[in-house]
C-alpha cells in the first residue's frame, strides 16, 4: 500500500528576475537545488507550511499567492510525496540557508541550467507560464 506525504513548495522570483532556490540537504534529490518547501504538519494549512517552510529554509518571510500546481513524487519504500507548490512574494527576511537547506540562493534562468535542479522543476515552470525573465516582465 503506497503512503501519501502532503508537502508544499514556494515559486518566489525577485525584481531582478531570479528564483529562490535552496539546495536540499536530505533525501530525497539530496544535493539538488529546488524551490524551498517541505512536509505539512498535522493541523496546518498549506498556506501556513509554505510560509513556515520559507521562513526555516531561507529566513524570508513570504505573502503566499495562487497555487500553482500539484505533483506527486515518488519515493522509496512505497512513499509518494503530494507536493502543492503556491507563487508567493518576499515581504521581508534577509536570505540564509537554514533548517533542511544546505545553501540558498537567487538564480537567474541563465545560471537555473549551470546548477543540479530536481527533476522537472524547469519544465513545470515553463508548463504552467512561470518561468520569468527580463522580457516576459516588461510585456506583462
Do not use: C, N, Y
Not at 43 to 66: F, I, N, P, W, Y
Not at 115 to 135: D, K, S, V, Y
Amino acid at each position: 500500500m503506497t503512503r501519501r506525504i502532503v508537502g508544499v513548495g514556494a515559486i518566489v522570483w525577485d525584481a531582478d528576475d531570479r528564483l529562490l532556490l535552496v539546495q536540499r540537504r536530505h533525501p530525497p534529490q539530496a544535493g539538488r537545488w529546488t524551490v524551498p518547501g517541505g512536509k505539512l504538519e498535522p493541523g496546518e494549512t498549506l498556506s501556513a507550511a509554505v510560509t513556515r517552510e520559507v521562513a526555516e529554509e531561507t529566513g524570508l518571510r513570504v505573502d503566499v499567492g495562487e497555487k500553482a500546481w500539484v505533483v506527486d513524487i515518488p519515493a522509496d519504500d512505497d512513499v509518494v510525496f503530494e507536493v502543492h507548490d503556491f507563487v508567493a512574494e518576499v515581504r521581508a527576511g534577509t536570505l540564509r540557508a537554514g533548517d533542511d537547506a544546505a545553501d540558498a540562493r537567487w538564480v537567474s534562468v541563465a545560471e537555473l541550467g549551470e546548477l543540479p535542479l530536481t527533476a522537472g522543476l524547469i519544465e513545470h515552470l515553463e508548463r504552467h507560464g512561470l518561468m520569468r525573465t527580463a522580457a516576459t516582465e516588461r510585456t506583462t
